[in-house]
C-alpha cells in the first residue's frame, strides 16, 4: 500500500518573507547553482538551516524535502502566471486590463528577479519560426 501525504499546514506570509530573505542571502541555493566537489553537501547544509529558520518563524512545519518542492512550486506558479500576463498584454483585440490574469504582487515579483528576464519573457533576437517562413519557402522552391 502507498503512504498518505501528511500535509504540514499552510506557508503563512512571513514565512515566505523569510523564505525569500534567506534565498537573496543563499542566491546560488535559490536557483539552483552550485559549483565545485563539495557544492551538494553546502547546498545541504544551507537547506538545512533555511528549515529551521522557516519551522521557527510559526505556522508550516516542514522537512527539507517539502521546503524544496514549496521553492519549485512558488517559482513555477510565478512562471506561470508571468507567461499568462505575457500572453494576455501580446493578444489583440484591445481587451481592457481587468478581464487579464491578476498582476504578480511584492513578493512573486521577488521571486521573478531570480530568473533572467530571457527566461521569463523570451530574449526579443531569436526569430520564431512560423507557418508563413514554412510557406515561403515552399513557395520558392516550387518556383511560385
Request: with cysteine; proline share 3%.
Amino acid at each position: 500500500m502507498s503512504e498518505k501525504k501528511v500535509r504540514s499546514g499552510k506557508v503563512t506570509k512571513q514565512q515566505k518573507q523569510k523564505f525569500l530573505d534567506l534565498l537573496k542571502n543563499h542566491r546560488n541555493v535559490g536557483i539552483g547553482q552550485f559549483g565545485g566537489p563539495n557544492s551538494g553537501k553546502a547546498a545541504n547544509a544551507v537547506w538545512a538551516t533555511l528549515t529551521a529558520e522557516l519551522n521557527a518563524c510559526g505556522g508550516a512545519c516542514k522537512t527539507v524535502e517539502q521546503w524544496k518542492k514549496c521553492w519549485a512550486d512558488w517559482k513555477s506558479g510565478v512562471k506561470k502566471q508571468q507567461a499568462a500576463i505575457m500572453r494576455f498584454q501580446n493578444a489583440t483585440g484591445n481587451r481592457p486590463a481587468s478581464e487579464g490574469p491578476a498582476p504578480l504582487d511584492g513578493m512573486d515579483l521577488q521571486v521573478l528577479d531570480f530568473f533572467p528576464t530571457a527566461l521569463v519573457d523570451g530574449d526579443g533576437v531569436t526569430k520564431e519560426s512560423g507557418f508563413q517562413e514554412v510557406i515561403s519557402s515552399y513557395n520558392k522552391k516550387k518556383n511560385y
